[in-house]
Protein backbone atom coordinates (compact mmCIF):
# COMPACT_ATOMS: atom_id res chain seq x y z
CA UNK A 1 0.00 0.00 0.00
CA UNK A 2 1.43 3.47 -1.10
CA UNK A 3 1.58 5.99 1.41
CA UNK A 4 -0.03 10.05 0.61
CA UNK A 5 -0.04 13.41 1.46
CA UNK A 6 -2.15 13.15 4.29
CA UNK A 7 0.06 10.09 5.81
CA UNK A 8 1.62 10.98 9.55
CA UNK A 9 5.06 9.72 9.03
CA UNK A 10 6.89 8.40 11.73
CA UNK A 11 10.95 7.12 12.17
CA UNK A 12 11.08 3.59 13.35
CA UNK A 13 13.04 5.21 16.78
CA UNK A 14 10.32 6.92 17.91
CA UNK A 15 7.66 4.86 16.64
CA UNK A 16 9.12 1.81 18.79
CA UNK A 17 9.38 4.50 21.43
CA UNK A 18 5.41 5.35 21.28
CA UNK A 19 4.67 1.97 20.82
CA UNK A 20 6.65 0.62 23.73
CA UNK A 21 5.33 3.55 26.15
CA UNK A 22 1.70 2.34 25.03
CA UNK A 23 1.98 -0.83 26.22
CA UNK A 24 3.82 0.01 29.37
CA UNK A 25 1.14 2.27 30.53
CA UNK A 26 -1.15 -0.51 29.47
CA UNK A 27 0.59 -2.58 32.28
CA UNK A 28 2.96 -4.76 30.51
CA UNK A 29 6.43 -5.01 31.74
CA UNK A 30 8.93 -2.76 29.89
CA UNK A 31 10.64 -6.29 28.40
CA UNK A 32 7.48 -7.17 26.92
CA UNK A 33 6.24 -3.95 25.89
CA UNK A 34 9.50 -3.84 24.10
CA UNK A 35 9.33 -6.92 22.32
CA UNK A 36 5.65 -6.14 21.03
CA UNK A 37 7.21 -2.91 20.00
CA UNK A 38 9.95 -4.81 18.41
CA UNK A 39 7.81 -7.31 16.26
CA UNK A 40 4.59 -4.47 15.49
CA UNK A 41 7.32 -2.19 14.17
CA UNK A 42 9.34 -4.17 12.36
CA UNK A 43 6.45 -5.19 10.64
CA UNK A 44 5.78 -1.92 9.37
CA UNK A 45 9.32 -1.01 8.83
CA UNK A 46 8.91 -4.14 6.64
CA UNK A 47 5.92 -2.93 4.00
CA UNK A 48 3.86 -5.10 6.31
CA UNK A 49 1.85 -2.72 7.51
CA UNK A 50 -1.40 -5.12 8.03
CA UNK A 51 0.46 -6.41 10.80
CA UNK A 52 1.86 -3.00 12.55
CA UNK A 53 1.20 -0.47 14.68
CA UNK A 54 -2.34 -0.10 13.78
CA UNK A 55 -2.88 -3.75 15.58
CA UNK A 56 -1.74 -1.42 18.85
CA UNK A 57 -5.57 -0.18 19.60
CA UNK A 58 -6.75 -3.79 19.12
CA UNK A 59 -5.06 -4.94 21.31
CA UNK A 60 -4.94 -2.53 23.79
CA UNK A 61 -8.65 -2.76 23.50
CA UNK A 62 -8.63 -6.58 24.01
CA UNK A 63 -6.39 -6.15 27.31
CA UNK A 64 -8.76 -3.81 28.73
CA UNK A 65 -11.79 -6.26 28.35
CA UNK A 66 -9.34 -8.82 30.39
CA UNK A 67 -9.31 -10.73 27.37
CA UNK A 68 -5.32 -10.34 27.20
CA UNK A 69 -3.43 -11.35 30.50
CA UNK A 70 -0.40 -9.00 31.36
CA UNK A 71 2.78 -11.17 32.59
CA UNK A 72 3.96 -14.53 32.21
CA UNK A 73 1.80 -17.18 30.43
CA UNK A 74 3.29 -19.24 28.80
CA UNK A 75 3.29 -23.09 29.93
CA UNK A 76 4.44 -26.56 29.20
CA UNK A 77 1.49 -29.01 28.20
CA UNK A 78 3.60 -31.91 26.84
CA UNK A 79 7.64 -32.63 27.07
CA UNK A 80 8.52 -35.70 25.18
CA UNK A 81 12.29 -34.64 23.77
CA UNK A 82 12.14 -33.05 20.65
CA UNK A 83 8.09 -33.34 20.95
CA UNK A 84 6.77 -30.38 22.78
CA UNK A 85 2.76 -28.53 23.41
CA UNK A 86 2.59 -25.48 24.84
CA UNK A 87 0.21 -23.14 25.96
CA UNK A 88 0.58 -19.51 25.79
CA UNK A 89 -2.52 -18.65 27.90
CA UNK A 90 -4.07 -15.92 25.61
CA UNK A 91 -1.00 -14.13 26.52
CA UNK A 92 0.39 -11.05 23.84
CA UNK A 93 1.05 -13.15 20.82
CA UNK A 94 4.19 -10.99 20.24
CA UNK A 95 6.00 -11.97 23.20
CA UNK A 96 4.66 -15.52 23.80
CA UNK A 97 5.33 -16.30 20.16
CA UNK A 98 9.44 -15.05 21.36
CA UNK A 99 9.67 -16.67 24.27
CA UNK A 100 8.17 -20.11 22.65
CA UNK A 101 10.53 -20.02 19.50
CA UNK A 102 13.21 -18.97 22.29
CA UNK A 103 12.08 -22.48 23.66
CA UNK A 104 12.11 -24.45 20.41
CA UNK A 105 15.66 -23.17 19.42
CA UNK A 106 16.93 -24.71 23.06
CA UNK A 107 15.71 -28.05 22.24
CA UNK A 108 16.25 -28.05 18.71
CA UNK A 109 20.31 -27.21 19.11
CA UNK A 110 20.26 -29.66 21.47
CA UNK A 111 18.49 -32.47 19.65
CA UNK A 112 19.04 -31.04 16.24
CA UNK A 113 15.49 -30.81 15.89
CA UNK A 114 12.50 -30.19 17.67
CA UNK A 115 8.28 -30.19 16.51
CA UNK A 116 6.17 -28.05 18.68
CA UNK A 117 2.60 -27.05 18.71
CA UNK A 118 1.67 -23.80 20.66
CA UNK A 119 -1.55 -23.05 21.14
CA UNK A 120 -4.01 -20.52 22.66
CA UNK A 121 -2.41 -17.05 22.13
CA UNK A 122 -3.44 -14.26 20.83
CA UNK A 123 -2.60 -12.98 17.67
CA UNK A 124 1.13 -13.98 16.83
CA UNK A 125 1.37 -11.32 14.09
CA UNK A 126 3.88 -11.38 11.53
CA UNK A 127 4.70 -15.22 11.37
CA UNK A 128 8.20 -14.25 9.57
CA UNK A 129 9.21 -12.07 12.63
CA UNK A 130 9.20 -15.87 14.13
CA UNK A 131 11.37 -17.50 11.05
CA UNK A 132 13.90 -15.09 11.56
CA UNK A 133 14.24 -15.45 15.09
CA UNK A 134 15.07 -18.84 14.48
CA UNK A 135 16.86 -18.79 11.21
CA UNK A 136 19.05 -16.16 13.15
CA UNK A 137 19.83 -18.76 15.64
CA UNK A 138 20.95 -21.33 13.04
CA UNK A 139 18.05 -23.28 12.41
CA UNK A 140 15.63 -23.80 9.96
CA UNK A 141 12.08 -22.88 10.64
CA UNK A 142 8.80 -24.02 9.22
CA UNK A 143 5.33 -22.54 10.88
CA UNK A 144 1.79 -23.15 9.75
CA UNK A 145 -0.82 -21.39 11.62
CA UNK A 146 -4.45 -21.12 12.04
CA UNK A 147 -6.89 -18.63 13.47
CA UNK A 148 -9.79 -19.88 15.83
CA UNK A 149 -10.96 -17.34 17.40
CA UNK A 150 -13.43 -15.50 15.36
CA UNK A 151 -15.62 -15.75 12.02
CA UNK A 152 -14.05 -17.61 8.63
CA UNK A 153 -12.29 -15.41 6.55
CA UNK A 154 -11.33 -17.16 3.17
CA UNK A 155 -13.87 -19.00 1.38
CA UNK A 156 -12.65 -22.85 0.09
CA UNK A 157 -11.75 -22.67 -4.06
CA UNK A 158 -14.85 -22.96 -5.64
CA UNK A 159 -16.84 -21.77 -2.98
CA UNK A 160 -19.07 -18.51 -1.79
CA UNK A 161 -18.67 -18.26 1.81
CA UNK A 162 -15.82 -18.28 4.13
CA UNK A 163 -14.80 -21.26 6.16
CA UNK A 164 -11.10 -20.75 7.39
CA UNK A 165 -8.97 -18.20 7.93
CA UNK A 166 -6.44 -16.82 6.40
CA UNK A 167 -3.65 -19.21 7.91
CA UNK A 168 -0.18 -18.57 7.10
CA UNK A 169 2.83 -20.41 6.17
CA UNK A 170 6.73 -19.39 6.98
CA UNK A 171 9.65 -21.55 6.01
CA UNK A 172 12.71 -19.66 7.14
CA UNK A 173 16.67 -20.95 5.86
CA UNK A 174 19.68 -19.85 7.17
CA UNK A 175 22.86 -18.89 5.13
CA UNK A 176 25.70 -18.28 6.95
CA UNK A 177 27.36 -15.08 7.22
CA UNK A 178 24.45 -13.54 4.94
CA UNK A 179 20.88 -13.06 5.61
CA UNK A 180 18.19 -15.58 5.48
CA UNK A 181 16.03 -16.81 2.75
CA UNK A 182 12.52 -16.02 4.39
CA UNK A 183 9.18 -17.67 2.87
CA UNK A 184 6.15 -16.49 4.82
CA UNK A 185 2.55 -15.28 3.40
CA UNK A 186 -1.16 -15.74 3.68
CA UNK A 187 -2.82 -18.68 2.02
CA UNK A 188 -5.73 -16.26 0.96
CA UNK A 189 -5.19 -14.08 -1.94
CA UNK A 190 -4.10 -10.56 0.45
CA UNK A 191 -4.28 -10.73 4.05
CA UNK A 192 -7.04 -9.52 6.06
CA UNK A 193 -5.03 -6.99 7.57
CA UNK A 194 -4.49 -5.39 4.10
CA UNK A 195 -7.83 -5.36 3.84
CA UNK A 196 -7.90 -3.29 7.19
CA UNK A 197 -5.53 -1.13 5.53
CA UNK A 198 -7.36 -0.26 2.27
CA UNK A 199 -10.62 0.23 4.27
CA UNK A 200 -8.93 2.78 6.70
CA UNK A 201 -7.27 4.33 3.71
CA UNK A 202 -10.77 4.52 1.72
CA UNK A 203 -8.98 2.74 -1.23
CA UNK A 204 -10.48 -0.74 -3.44
CA UNK A 205 -8.27 -3.50 -3.04
CA UNK A 206 -7.22 -4.90 -6.87
CA UNK A 207 -9.43 -7.34 -8.56
CA UNK A 208 -9.91 -11.01 -7.69
CA UNK A 209 -9.31 -10.76 -3.91
CA UNK A 210 -12.47 -10.51 -2.33
CA UNK A 211 -16.01 -11.60 -2.77
CA UNK A 212 -19.05 -9.48 -1.21
CA UNK A 213 -21.55 -11.10 1.06
CA UNK A 214 -24.11 -12.38 -1.91
CA UNK A 215 -20.44 -14.31 -3.39
CA UNK A 216 -19.93 -11.70 -6.02
CA UNK A 217 -16.37 -10.58 -6.95
CA UNK A 218 -15.60 -7.19 -5.82
CA UNK A 219 -13.00 -4.73 -4.56
CA UNK A 220 -15.25 -3.02 -1.77
CA UNK A 221 -12.53 -4.05 1.26
CA UNK A 222 -15.35 -3.17 3.64
CA UNK A 223 -16.79 -6.39 3.02
CA UNK A 224 -14.44 -7.59 5.39
CA UNK A 225 -15.58 -5.36 8.27
CA UNK A 226 -19.01 -4.33 8.07
CA UNK A 227 -21.41 -7.07 8.78
CA UNK A 228 -22.64 -9.13 6.74
CA UNK A 229 -19.08 -10.65 5.58
CA UNK A 230 -18.22 -11.16 2.25
CA UNK A 231 -14.49 -13.34 2.09
CA UNK A 232 -11.19 -13.41 1.09
CA UNK A 233 -10.30 -15.88 -1.96
CA UNK A 234 -7.43 -18.07 -1.50
CA UNK A 235 -4.03 -17.89 -3.31
CA UNK A 236 -3.65 -19.67 -6.27
CA UNK A 237 -6.94 -21.35 -6.48
CA UNK A 238 -7.35 -24.54 -5.42
CA UNK A 239 -3.62 -25.09 -4.43
CA UNK A 240 -3.92 -21.52 -1.82
CA UNK A 241 -6.72 -23.55 -0.38
CA UNK A 242 -5.55 -27.22 0.10
CA UNK A 243 -2.32 -25.28 1.88
CA UNK A 244 -5.38 -23.18 3.92
CA UNK A 245 -6.55 -26.21 4.92
CA UNK A 246 -3.57 -28.62 5.58
CA UNK A 247 -2.99 -25.20 8.23
CA UNK A 248 -5.78 -25.95 9.30
CA UNK A 249 -5.09 -29.45 10.50
CA UNK A 250 -1.67 -28.83 11.09
CA UNK A 251 -1.84 -26.07 13.20
CA UNK A 252 -5.21 -26.68 15.21
CA UNK A 253 -6.13 -30.56 14.81
CA UNK A 254 -2.50 -32.38 15.16
CA UNK A 255 -1.53 -30.57 18.76
CA UNK A 256 -5.08 -30.39 20.12
CA UNK A 257 -5.43 -26.44 19.55
CA UNK A 258 -9.04 -26.94 17.71
CA UNK A 259 -10.46 -25.82 14.17
CA UNK A 260 -12.17 -23.19 13.32
CA UNK A 261 -15.71 -24.30 13.32
CA UNK A 262 -17.37 -23.61 16.67
CA UNK A 263 -15.05 -20.57 17.11
CA UNK A 264 -17.11 -16.83 15.80
CA UNK A 265 -16.74 -14.30 17.87
CA UNK A 266 -14.59 -11.31 16.81
CA UNK A 267 -13.44 -10.49 20.63
CA UNK A 268 -10.29 -12.19 20.54
CA UNK A 269 -7.50 -13.79 17.96
CA UNK A 270 -6.57 -16.76 18.63
CA UNK A 271 -3.91 -17.95 17.20
CA UNK A 272 -2.18 -21.70 17.21
CA UNK A 273 0.89 -22.42 15.63
CA UNK A 274 3.03 -25.59 14.68
CA UNK A 275 6.40 -25.32 14.73
CA UNK A 276 9.48 -27.85 13.26
CA UNK A 277 12.68 -26.65 13.53
CA UNK A 278 15.98 -28.26 12.16
CA UNK A 279 19.36 -28.18 12.78
CA UNK A 280 20.96 -28.04 8.79
CA UNK A 281 24.23 -29.11 9.86
CA UNK A 282 23.19 -32.26 11.24
CA UNK A 283 21.57 -33.83 8.39
CA UNK A 284 23.75 -33.23 5.46
CA UNK A 285 26.92 -31.91 7.16
CA UNK A 286 27.35 -27.80 7.54
CA UNK A 287 29.53 -27.48 4.71
CA UNK A 288 27.44 -28.84 2.28
CA UNK A 289 24.17 -26.67 3.64
CA UNK A 290 26.35 -24.07 3.45
CA UNK A 291 27.48 -25.09 -0.57
CA UNK A 292 24.37 -25.64 -1.62
CA UNK A 293 22.48 -22.70 -0.45
CA UNK A 294 24.59 -20.37 -1.51
CA UNK A 295 25.37 -22.22 -4.98
CA UNK A 296 21.43 -22.13 -5.23
CA UNK A 297 21.10 -18.41 -4.37
CA UNK A 298 23.85 -17.54 -7.06
CA UNK A 299 21.77 -19.51 -9.50
CA UNK A 300 18.69 -17.81 -8.82
CA UNK A 301 20.17 -14.22 -8.57
CA UNK A 302 21.51 -15.05 -12.38
CA UNK A 303 18.15 -15.62 -14.40
CA UNK A 304 17.64 -13.05 -16.71
CA UNK A 305 15.44 -10.19 -15.68
CA UNK A 306 11.78 -9.32 -17.40
CA UNK A 307 11.02 -6.01 -19.01
CA UNK A 308 10.28 -3.44 -16.05
CA UNK A 309 11.76 -5.30 -13.26
CA UNK A 310 15.72 -4.62 -12.11
CA UNK A 311 17.00 -7.95 -10.94
CA UNK A 312 15.52 -11.06 -9.60
CA UNK A 313 15.25 -11.28 -5.63
CA UNK A 314 14.98 -14.18 -3.03
CA UNK A 315 12.59 -14.48 -0.60
CA UNK A 316 12.73 -12.07 2.52
CA UNK A 317 14.74 -9.76 0.07
CA UNK A 318 12.07 -7.44 -0.54
CA UNK A 319 11.20 -6.75 3.80
CA UNK A 320 14.97 -6.62 3.83
CA UNK A 321 14.51 -3.21 1.17
CA UNK A 322 12.10 -1.96 2.43
CA UNK A 323 13.34 -1.55 5.80
CA UNK A 324 16.62 0.14 4.69
CA UNK A 325 13.91 2.54 2.79
CA UNK A 326 11.75 3.20 5.89
CA UNK A 327 14.32 3.23 7.89
CA UNK A 328 15.24 6.91 6.29
CA UNK A 329 12.21 7.99 4.97
CA UNK A 330 9.80 6.65 7.88
CA UNK A 331 6.64 4.71 8.44
CA UNK A 332 3.47 6.20 6.74
CA UNK A 333 0.35 5.58 8.93
CA UNK A 334 -2.78 6.79 7.28
CA UNK A 335 -5.08 9.22 8.98
CA UNK A 336 -7.85 6.87 10.56
CA UNK A 337 -4.91 4.49 12.20
CA UNK A 338 -3.30 7.74 13.62
CA UNK A 339 -6.92 8.60 14.59
CA UNK A 340 -6.94 4.74 16.45
CA UNK A 341 -3.76 5.28 17.91
CA UNK A 342 -4.21 8.42 19.53
CA UNK A 343 -8.08 7.05 20.90
CA UNK A 344 -5.94 3.86 22.17
CA UNK A 345 -3.20 7.03 24.04
CA UNK A 346 -5.92 8.55 25.35
CA UNK A 347 -7.94 5.89 27.52
CA UNK A 348 -4.43 5.49 29.06
CA UNK A 349 -3.96 9.48 29.62
CA UNK A 350 -1.40 10.36 27.00
CA UNK A 351 -3.04 13.47 25.45
CA UNK A 352 -1.98 14.04 21.36
CA UNK A 353 0.63 16.06 22.49
CA UNK A 354 2.19 13.61 24.60
CA UNK A 355 1.73 11.22 21.48
CA UNK A 356 3.61 13.36 19.11
CA UNK A 357 6.55 14.36 21.55
CA UNK A 358 7.19 10.39 21.75
CA UNK A 359 6.90 9.82 18.16
CA UNK A 360 9.06 12.94 17.19
CA UNK A 361 6.50 14.56 15.18
CA UNK A 362 7.40 18.07 16.98
Not at 2 to 12: E, F, H, K, N, Q
Not at 44 to 56: P, T
Not at 274 to 282: C, H, K, N
Not at 301 to 318: K, L, Q, S, W
Amino acid sequence: MTSDARDIVVLPDPLHRLTRALFERAGWSARDAGLTADHLVLSNASGHDSHGVGMAPRYLRAAANGTIPRGPSLTTVLDAGALLTLDGGMGLGQVVGFDAMNVAIARAQTLGTAIVALRNTHHLGRIGHWGEQVANAGLVAIHFVNVIGRPALVAPWGGTQARFSTNPICIAFPRPGQPPVVLDFATSRIAHGKTRVAWKRGVPVAEGNLLDRDGTPTRDPSVMWIEPFGALLPFGEHKGFGLGMMCELLAGALGGAGTIPGRTGWDVIDNNMLSILIDPARLGGAEAYARETDRLVDWVYDTPAMDGVDRVRIPGEPEREMRVLRGRDGIPIDPTTWGDILEAAAALGLDEAAVRALAALD
